[in-house]
């Protein structure tokens, strides 16, 4: 019987999380240094919020630097990317999330680090059309509705090439990808905090798509914390999960709209009551961001909620099933959506997000 999966508790090891001070990379640095590792965060804005941590200010645009952070530890968590759905500055976007991950990769090799657990992303095998229970065969997808998902998937191929891979100069590196999806939990950056935004400027009056719920997978934050640290353990020479990629989800998909439901009103806002076509919230979403690339030059981190990637998700089945990652790496969700979701209701309680 598998049970599920608790951070291990090994020797202690200096570990290096890149990204780490964001909403994935927190959590992850938080998990390992509660179980006593020596942690170093390489991000390129730091909050040091805690004293057992060694913060390094640093872009990983930068191999000097990457190179310097890297050296010294025994296993690098590379979280650090650039979430970018708008069809707009490609260029910053292929600079962090795939030279970025080749600076990483590097260093790694170059100062002899064995093992590289890449966060990677369940969108590098989403073209746009529903994906039912997906699993790891499925191939990477042939073309992709954002450059995010195109320079992830490029980023992953590479890391996992490199598995044990001696290039000169440099010692072999033993990679895994774990694959995400739909991220949340208290500290959530990107998707609650977007859904309240809207709430309180009136602008999910309506939710998109009609007829069939289309179904998304969710995952709680810690749970794919657990998914690396259980892949970090078992990565070596003669690991089964040495290359490999995996799914990391709740397996309890809902559609995007019932997760709306269930986040607005215990915070005090009104649901979407009526719905609109895809093709209409489509159509607008084209419009917002031609406005954003050719009148605000392309702004990042400002995607409001409306992007034809966005509008995509929301109208097509994408979930996935967890069964290898249960299988190779004995994970199971340790936090279900209902718990995760009323722990998250409660944080953003607590930092004032509730309607007054």
């Known amino acids: 019987m598998t049970t599920p999966t608790s951070p291990v508790e090994p020797a202690v090891r200096p570990s290096l999380v890149t990204g780490g001070c964001g909403f994935l990379g927190r959590a992850v640095v938080d998990a390992l240094a509660d179980r006593g590792d020596r942690v170093t965060v390489l991000d390129h804005r730091i909050d040091p919020w805690r004293a057992d941590v060694q913060f390094v200010r640093g872009d990983i645009c930068d191999p000097r630097v990457v190179e310097d952070a890297v050296a010294g530890h025994d296993v690098v ?18 600079a962090v999330n795939i030279d970025g991950t080749r600076n990483v990769l590097r260093a790694c090799q170059v100062a002899g680090v064995p093992r590289l657990v890449y966060v990677s992303s369940a969108s590098v095998v989403y073209d746009g059309s529903d994906i039912v229970n997906g699993d790891e065969s ?180 994408h979930y996935f099933s967890h069964a290898r990652a249960t299988r190779d790496l004995g994970y199971v969700p340790r936090v279900r959506m209902a718990e995760g979701i009323e722990r998250t209701l409660a944080h953003f309680r607590e930092h004032g997000a509730a309607k007054a």
Not at 78 to 84: D, E, G, R, T
């Open 138 to 317: 499925l191939p990477y997808a042939p073309s992709f509705p954002a450059p995010y998902a195109e320079t992830k998937r490029i980023a992953e191929a590479e890391v996992l090439a490199a598995n044990g891979r001696v290039n000169a100069g440099g010692s072999p590196v033993w990679t895994c990808a774990i694959r995400p999806h739909v991220v949340f939990g208290p500290g959530d950056t990107r998707l609650v905090p977007a859904i309240l935004t809207r709430a309180r400027a009136g602008k999910l009056k309506f939710s998109v798509g009609l007829g069939e719920k289309k179904l998304s997978d969710f995952t709680y934050v810690t749970n794919v914390v657990d998914a690396m640290l259980a892949a970090a353990e078992r990565l070596g020479p003669d690991s089964a999960i040495a290359g490999q990629a995996y799914f990391i989800t709740n397996g309890e998909p809902m559609s995007f709209w019932d997760f709306v439901g269930k986040v607005l009103p215990p915070l005090g806002y009104t649901p979407p009551r009526f719905a609109i076509p895809r093709s209409i919230a489509y159509a607008a979403a084209a419009v917002r961001e031609a406005y954003d690339t050719y009148v605000r030059g392309g702004t990042l981190n400002a995607e409001e909620g409306l992007s034809r990637f966005a509008i995509r998700y929301i109208c097509s089945h």
């Open 77 to 94: 968590f590379h979280s650090a990317s650039l979430v970018h759905t708008k069809h707009n500055r490609l260029e910053t976007v292929r």
